[in-house]
């Protein structure tokens, strides 16, 4: 697994060379990647669905139990599916879709990238590997969601959406090592067995709260589900991708994987549950007034969503196999619409559902495949989205105390889905012929192959539940409940209650449907106060921090280095000096007044050159004097014993004075811009460092200190590190994540510096 991953990201890294010489072709050269994975991870399904899940871990920190630890189990090999399969058909389309595009060739590496990094997240068994994983979904969608870079919506719609996920990275991070402080492992399969240990420690809220945090903000559950239809300004395979079918999963998919572990109690179950009904309900009211194809889609995700998310939060094994059932056909039917959207606006220029009727003659492939796309989003049979409907409906009546009350939530949320459906799936088609900027006609073939194969296999999978899906979800249930379910999977179960709750579902959506043209100009004037839009508060926040950091930059960073100067000796004292207080009663300082005469000549000459360096008038002067001082303290560190520091010292000094001389030589003499009472300031200022540094001193040479560390370096350098020299093995090898930290900012500024030359304007001719 860990080198199909590699594969991934070096064929990410590969697009552009490709791309450039096969422009006409690229789509169809793009869909083998995907399609290389999926077949490749299809090969597993035999051992898998039989109970043997596929383990593969490769050392990569095994001292802090960190390593590349990857599990194929039911779960994450139907992730696994949905990912590479909807990630075909996207592949596929986009290569028609964004031919005239600017930058093609950088969509194909950030979306490559994305695919890679969500099946590294859901194939992860270490969840710090995950979250690695996690934050690249985080960063490649920053990238997708503004690829119209040149566009001030597209960027700040990226900003947001990186703005909350990232928010509830950090809070998940935090939840992964409190969960770390509980287990001692990193390793989520070591999880399983400690569901009582996790449960029941004080930690445990504080877990729950963090890392569902991370999960509802991944997946836009209220009140963090403002993001998701803001992010709709990005081209429509990345919708179709990532708001759809993959990436807003990734949250649902976490909250799955964790069930087991730490899952069963109150606190779990009933904010999943309440968090999911909630998102279900409201996300699908807020579509009533859309008109733009993929904002409607969006708002059906979110209120999926949702219901996914309840889904967990009830629990029962009917819930778990509707959970799965609903997943699957989700990604399916909504994959299939999003990106019959983007046909709609490549094929007639527009994408406002009021502006289009009477399209399926000149469409007639898009006409089908959308109908039947949303024949299993309203839950009709025989697709598979009517099989999950009733599931949802069914594990719902079980429920005791609030079964009646959550039905009706249910009922009255997939009505106004059937609503978006009806919006999307029909009403562009049928009717009387709207005239639209472009004339209408079919898209290329390109475009049409993967919503039909996403459309087809959402009746292909409801007519044969058992054929495929229903093998994989004992092997799923396994993974979230540790049980198998050891449920059929039918679509039909004659007339009964749930039945009819579908047809009443049906009946009120299409209702919903016909009063909308009489009630959208009443609902379109009305808004929610402020407060009590999440997004309000977002913006506000966000305001809120900028104007910080504009009074906080006009404070301390105002371009006076001297102010820098300050305000860094005057913190670093001012801290250091309350601990160097409190431990002066616990260590007595014991001066050593004993000197050579050349210790003692070095330091007259140390302080006259300082002396002579702040009182000098001239520059050339000041330069020489600071120069003195430098290869004085130079002269210090050999005869302390440290030859490798002066010959850094006398290096460094010596092309000091030569880059002062020639850059300060011509500018004039000193002029006197200060006052007298900033002078005395920085006087007073200077000679309180001074102070303190000369105790910080007395104070490390009064006692000994009791370190190994230094013999642990000297006895190691040689077998360990292959060096004789300690200093450099310490550098190169013991603290190899410092020096790699150092030379990446020193790669990043060398980046930044030829961007700069770069945008050196052309002479003129």
């Given at each position: ?128 590997l995950m979250f690695v994983f996690w934050e690249l979904t985080s960063i490649s969608s920053y990238l997708l969601i503004g690829f119209h870079h040149h566009k001030e919506q597209s960027r700040k719609s990226a900003l947001q959406a990186l703005l909350v996920t990232g928010s509830g990275s950090l809070a998940l991070l935090a939840g992964i090592i409190l969960l770390y402080q509980v287990t001692g492992s990193f390793e989520i399969s070591s999880f399983y067995d400690l569901n009582e240990v996790i449960t029941g420690h004080t930690l445990y809220p504080a877990i729950v ?557």
């Open positions: 697994m860990l080198i199909l991953l590699a594969i991934g990201f070096l064929a990410s890294a590969a697009a552009p060379f490709f791309y450039k010489r096969f422009k006409e072709f690229f789509g169809w050269i793009a869909v083998t990647f995907p399609l290389y994975l999926f077949f490749g991870f299809l090969l597993n399904y035999p051992q898998v669905v039989s109970g043997n899940s596929v383990r593969e871990s490769v050392p990569w920190m095994p001292s802090l139990g960190v390593n590349f630890t990857f599990l194929l189990d039911g779960l994450s090999l139907t992730f696994a599916l949905i990912i590479t399969l909807i990630g075909a058909a996207v592949f596929l389309f986009a290569g028609a879709y964004m031919k005239n595009y600017e930058h093609t060739s950088r969509f194909y590496v950030y979306i490559g990238i994305f695919m890679t990094s969500m099946l590294g997240l859901v194939l992860s068994d270490n969840i710090l709260i963090l890392i569902l945090t991370g999960a509802f903000t991944k997946s836009a559950q209220f009140p963090f589900h403002f993001w998701l239809p803001n992010a709709m300004d990005a081209p429509t395979p990345v919708s179709a991708y990532l708001h759809s079918a993959t990436m807003v999963k990734a949250g649902i998919y976490l909250i799955a994987r964790m069930n087991h572990a730490i899952g069963g109690t109150a606190l779990w179950q009933d904010t999943i549950l309440i968090a999911g009904t909630v998102t279900m309900l409201f996300t699908a009211l807020l579509a009533f007034k859309q008109t733009d194809l993929k904002k409607l889609l969006a708002y059906s995700t979110l209120s999926v969503l949702g219901t996914l998310t309840m889904l967990l939060g009830i629990g029962s094994k009917l819930a778990i196999k509707a959970f799965f059932i609903y997943i699957i056909a989700h990604s399916l039917y909504k994959g299939a619409l999003f990106l019959v959207a983007g046909t709609l606006d490549h094929e007639t220029g527009t994408r406002d559902v009021s502006k289009l009727g009477g399209l399926r003659k000149a469409m007639p492939v898009t006409t089908i495949t959308a109908a039947l796309a949303s024949f299993s989003m309203m839950g009709i049979i025989p697709l598979i989205g009517f099989i999950g409907k009733e599931t949802v409906y069914k594990s719902i009546l079980e429920l005791d105390y609030w079964g009646t009350f959550l039905i009706a939530i249910a009922v009255l949320a997939n009505a106004f889905v059937v609503m978006i459906t009806l919006l999307v799936g029909f009403k562009p088609f049928w009717g009387d012929l709207l005239p639209t900027p472009k004339k209408p006609k079919e898209a290329p073939l390109k475009m049409l192959i993967g919503p039909a194969l996403l459309a087809g296999l959402g009746l292909l999978f409801g007519v044969f539940p058992d054929f495929f899906i229903a093998r994989l979800l004992d092997q799923s249930a396994q993974s979230i409940l540790s049980e198998t379910l050891s449920l059929k999977i039918k679509i039909w179960h004659g007339f009964n209650l749930v039945l009819l709750l579908s047809f009443a579902t049906l009946l009120l959506g299409g209702t919903v449907y016909l009063l909308r043209a009489k009630l959208l100009p009443r609902v379109q004037t009305l808004t929610l106060p402020g407060i009590v839009k999440p997004s309000a508060w977002y913006d506000a926040a966000l305001q809120g921090t900028l104007s910080f950091a504009r009074l906080q930059t006009r404070i301390v960073q105002n371009g006076y280095l001297r102010n820098y100067i300050i305000f860094i000796m005057v913190t670093a004292v001012s801290l250091a000096s309350f601990s160097l207080y409190h431990a002066s009663g616990k260590v007595t300082i014991v001066p050593d007044f004993s000197i050579t005469f050349y210790e003692a000549a070095l330091a007259f000459i140390i302080v006259v050159s300082a002396f002579i360096l702040i009182t000098s008038t001239s520059r050339l002067k000041s330069i020489v004097a600071l120069g003195v001082l430098g290869l004085s303290i130079g002269i210090i560190f050999v005869i302390y014993g440290a030859p490798d520091l002066a010959l850094t010292t006398f290096a460094i000094e010596t092309l000091n004075v030569i880059l002062f001389v020639l850059v300060l030589y011509k500018l004039p003499r000193f002029l006197k811009l200060s006052r007298s009472s900033n002078r005395v300031r920085d006087t007073v200022i200077a000679a309180c460092v001074g102070v303190f540094m000369t105790l910080m001193v007395l104070f490390a040479t009064s006692f000994e200190l009791s370190s190994e560390l230094k013999n642990y370096f000297a006895a190691a350098s040689v077998p360990d590190g292959k060096g004789r020299n300690v200093v450099n093995v310490i550098l190169v090898d013991f603290r190899a994540i410092d020096t790699l930290g150092e030379i990446t900012v020193l790669a990043i500024a060398a980046l930044g510096i030829f961007a700069l030359l770069k945008l050196k304007p052309e002479r003129e001719e």
